[in-house]
């Protein structure tokens, strides 16, 4: 119960659960299918991590682990399995296929390049950071801003701490699972080929973002709390049950202390202050005042595209290239072009012409 709870409050998921995009599903859909695979439904999982992988495509890990730990519980290939899984994504691949020319999303062509620039093992240390975040996020106010953040190298040994130490408690909870029961292997399995995947695009220059770890969380807290009370099991047993319900607790009330529920006087009493929404909301504003001097086929240039594109209802260039392939081409751009991980290119905006251009001003400088 308190596992779930500090699910529940995880004030990551908080913050990008009121962003408009996949996250959530994506969480919802892979966990789903991970617990029908350990209770024993392995088609109904194979189904539900075809769809998970069709709502987000880093979610092909859950499609491969689930037949590949059933092939290792059953020793035969998992035929069924398999045969439910291309049944659920092949007509999306297919219809993909025929429509646009390709089964890739232009969203993954366009982030397998050089869009943004990072840093080879940038991703790698995300990653600690964001297993550091799962115990600091609240107290420190990072959950606020973003546990993936560029912290300054003398703010980076706590963070890398608190991660080493949980990624002991966590494999310790797997290790212990996983001898009780074998399914536990595919669930475990999943943190490590997410991280280890991500990890090596980094090294190409591929650039993770924080709401693509999310999913993660749960896998995690449960590794988590499962190794405290396995380490609180050698404490004599007057110690042991109040030990790890104190632990854990500590751990849920690190969640909700995140969750910043001081309010702000321009915002519903229900909402709590990790919740961020400025960002949009100033898209929002651009697209209302766009929205009368817009002419028929004019075209809006932005790097950020969901509220503007939505609320505006124009033809939008995306610079980055996540619709619109045209702005492939123009990278990688010169490195004294980036103020930030991301810049417009200037080529771009020169060629295409577009009637406006919205975007952050660190993106332009």
């Not at 779930?4 to 299918?33: H, K």
């Not at 766009?290 to 075209?299: G, I, K, Q």
């Not at 969901?306 to 619709?323: H, Q, R």
């Not at 991301?342 to 400088?365: G, H, K, Q, S």
Request: hydrophobic content about 50%.
């Amino acid at each position: 119960m308190l596992c779930s709870l500090a699910w529940s409050f995880y004030p990551v998921a908080f913050r990008y659960a009121v962003g408009g995009m996949e996250t959530s599903l994506a969480s919802a859909l892979i966990l789903g299918a991970f617990t029908l695979y350990v209770s024993g439904h392995q088609r109904c999982a194979a189904a539900l991590a075809g769809i998970a992988a069709l709502a987000r495509p880093d979610a092909l890990a859950a499609a491969f682990l689930i037949p590949l730990g059933e092939a290792l519980q059953t020793r035969r290939a998992p035929w069924r399995s398999i045969l439910i899984l291309m049944a659920v994504v092949s007509p999306w691949l297919i219809f993909a296929t025929w429509q646009y020319g390709s089964p890739l999303p232009q969203s993954v062509l366009a982030k397998s390049q050089a869009v943004y620039l990072a840093r080879p093992e940038e991703n790698a240390r995300q990653i600690l950071y964001y297993l550091g975040g799962l115990i600091l996020a609240g107290p420190t106010g990072l959950a606020a801003k973003g546990i993936t953040v560029y912290l300054e190298p003398g703010k980076r040994l706590v963070p890398s701490v608190v991660a080493t130490l949980v990624l002991f408690g966590w494999g310790v909870g797997a290790f212990h699972s996983i001898r009780s029961d074998r399914r536990w292997v595919a669930f475990f399995a999943f943190p490590l080929l997410f991280c280890g995947t991500y990890a090596l695009l980094g090294l190409r220059g591929n650039m993770m973002a924080e709401w693509h770890l999310v999913p993660l969380a749960p896998f995690l807290f449960l590794g988590l709390f499962g190794g405290l009370i396995h380490l609180c099991g050698r404490l004599p047993l007057r110690l042991y049950l109040s030990a790890a319900i104190g632990i854990s607790v500590v751990v849920v009330m690190v969640q909700i202390s995140g969750l910043k529920f001081e309010r702000l006087p321009e915002r519903s009493a229900l909402v709590p202050r990790i919740v961020r929404t400025e960002r949009e909301e100033l898209y929002t504003k651009a697209a209302a005042f766009l929205r009368p001097l817009l002419r028929p086929n004019d075209v809006v240039g932005a790097p950020e595209i969901g509220a503007l594109g939505y609320y505006c209802g124009c033809e939008i260039l995306d610079t980055v290239g996540l619709v619109s392939p045209e702005a492939i081409r123009y990278y990688p751009l010169p490195r004294n072009m980036y103020t930030i991980n991301y810049a417009v290119p200037p080529d771009l905006i020169r060629d295409r012409a577009p009637a406006e251009l919205v975007t952050l001003d660190v993106f332009i400088r």
